[in-house]
């Protein structure tokens, strides 16, 4: 059944058989071969450019697998007929080359023989047929893009990026031209550029959901990406393409979360890597969490880098040592509960000599978190460029999180380095009964400051 935004394509599946089978013989072959790469008989409703002249950017929200980077791609191919530039930004290297141009929805796939650009991966560069160029830039680069002058642009992903000024740089830039013009296809988070961009009045923004492109998407794809994510709260951003406002309750919200970009990172006075190591390794697709952070030597902390993934044993150590040598970290940190001996052993096993502490939970997850959060309330963390997925871990901490199915695992790691890095705000409360007395029998006694 051919949906509210249905495509020429649709409602032409959408006929009965017989008058259907009438229109396709009516068509001579070269037609239908044609009609193979001609974007306007398959682009539904929400996938076609605004009308009009009185807008500058196009932002689409849209849900997993809608069509979006479809969608960008064959507006870059649209444009670069009427303009010699036409510019690329990826959230990072890989994705703009393996989703954007080389991907099953990007450039390359899209365009018939005769339109399709040479790709100049070494210079980042496509090369159009009739002259037009696009340079590719990348979100995690976004000094590249300063400086830089763009006609048209086309953003994938945005709500992803690491580093938001790069929006800052490449807006500044876009000003070649009579009609200066961005598409931005993203699923959406609520994060600033995109909340901004939505408030602007020279946005057109467009909304669509995972559903509306069911018939294109693999069966399977389709059916793991609904499972993943119906019902539950991000999936009413994952699918639906809603902006999520904060969760009531939450320990972290957006607000709460400053970002720094590399360059403004003052020196640093101690580093650690935190894991907090999945229940079991295999069939559970629990992820490694796997944190950087350091205490500045301005006495703020940063967090560095999150490097968290499903992993096995191996794969988590190796990525904790890397990180550890890569950071010229102080020491590795992991919580044992579950894995008792086995963490240290695989940790040793990649790195004989790397300093280890073990730590245990004594005390619950909520209780741990609530002190870190108390640090970002009084403005003494920054976050170096975004990470979504802890950042949406944090933001949607609520003292009941651990009755939902999937477990902050990065937050655990994150908190599990926090607490290393501030150790006099996680200690436990001593009993008056526990206290070091100060003075021994001779008043001097080991329990005084020449123990120290
Ligand atoms: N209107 C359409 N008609 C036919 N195929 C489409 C249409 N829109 C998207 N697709 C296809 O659906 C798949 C998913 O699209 P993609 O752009 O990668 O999704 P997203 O970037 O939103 O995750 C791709 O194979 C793409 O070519
Ligand atoms: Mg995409």
Redesign the pocket.
């Given at each position: 059944m051919a949906g509210i935004h249905a495509?020429p394509?649709e409602l032409l599946a959408s006929l009965p058989t017989a008058e259907r089978q009438k229109a396709i013989e009516s068509l001579s072959l070269e037609t239908k071969a044609q009609l193979a790469h001609h974007w306007p008989f398959?682009?539904?409703q929400n996938?076609r450019e605004p009308e009009g002249d009185d807008w500058v950017y196009w932002l689409i929200l849209?849900?997993?697998?809608?069509?979006?980077?479809?969608?960008?791609?064959e507006t870059v191919r649209q444009w670069v007929k009427t303009c010699e530039m036409v510019n690329l930004i990826g959230a990072t290297v890989d994705d703009a080359r393996d989703?954007m141009i080389e991907?099953?929805?990007g450039i390359l796939?899209?365009c018939p023989n005769d339109e399709r650009p040479v790709y100049r991966k070494n210079e980042s560069k496509l090369l159009w047929p009739n002259g037009a160029v696009s340079l590719v830039f990348t979100a995690d680069a976004p000094e590249r893009l300063r400086g830089k002058q763009h006609m048209r642009l086309w953003a994938?992903e945005m709500a992803s990026w690491r580093y938001g000024e790069a929006w800052d740089q490449a807006k500044f830039g876009l000003r070649l031209g009579p009609h200066p013009r961005a598409v931005i296809?993203t699923?959406p988070r609520p994060v600033k550029n995109i909340k901004d961009l939505v408030k602007d009045r020279a946005t057109i923004v467009t909304r669509g959901t995972t559903y509306d492109?069911r018939?294109?998407?693999a069966p399977t794809f389709f059916e793991e990406i609904v499972k993943r994510y119906e019902g539950t709260r991000l999936g009413r951003q994952e699918l639906n393409a809603e902006i999520l406002e904060d969760v009531p309750g939450a320990l972290w919200t957006r607000e709460m979360i400053t970002h720094l970009p590399a360059s403004a990172l003052p020196p640093m006075k101690r580093i650690v890597v935190a894991i907090d190591p999945p229940a079991t390794s295999g069939e559970s697709s629990n992820e490694a969490g796997i944190i950087v952070d350091g205490l500045g030597e301005d006495g703020r902390a940063y967090v560095l880098a999150d490097r968290s993934g499903v992993m096995t044993p191996r794969e988590w150590a190796v990525a904790a040592v890397t990180a550890f040598r890569e950071f010229e970290a102080d020491r590795i940190v992991a919580e044992v509960n579950q894995g008792g001996e086995m963490v240290e052993q695989v940790i040793r096993s990649v790195d004989t000599h790397v300093p280890f502490k073990a730590v245990r939970a004594s005390r619950g997850k909520y209780v741990r978190a609530e002190p870190i959060s108390a640090l970002y309330a009084r403005g003494l963390v920054d976050h170096v460029g975004q990470f979504e997925a802890l950042e949406d871990q944090m933001c949607s901490y609520t003292p009941d999180f651990d009755r939902g199915n999937s477990s902050p695992d990065r937050l655990d790691a994150h908190v599990w380095a926090m607490s290393d890095l501030f150790p006099s705000m996680v200690a436990e409360k001593k009993s008056p009964l526990t206290r070091p007395k100060l003075q021994g029998p001779n008043g001097l006694g080991a329990q005084g400051w020449m123990a120290r």
């Open positions: 495509s394509a398959w682009a539904r996938q849209a849900g997993r697998g809608f069509g979006k980077t479809r969608t960008g791609a989703i991907g099953e929805s796939a899209i994938d296809t699923t492109n018939a294109n998407l």
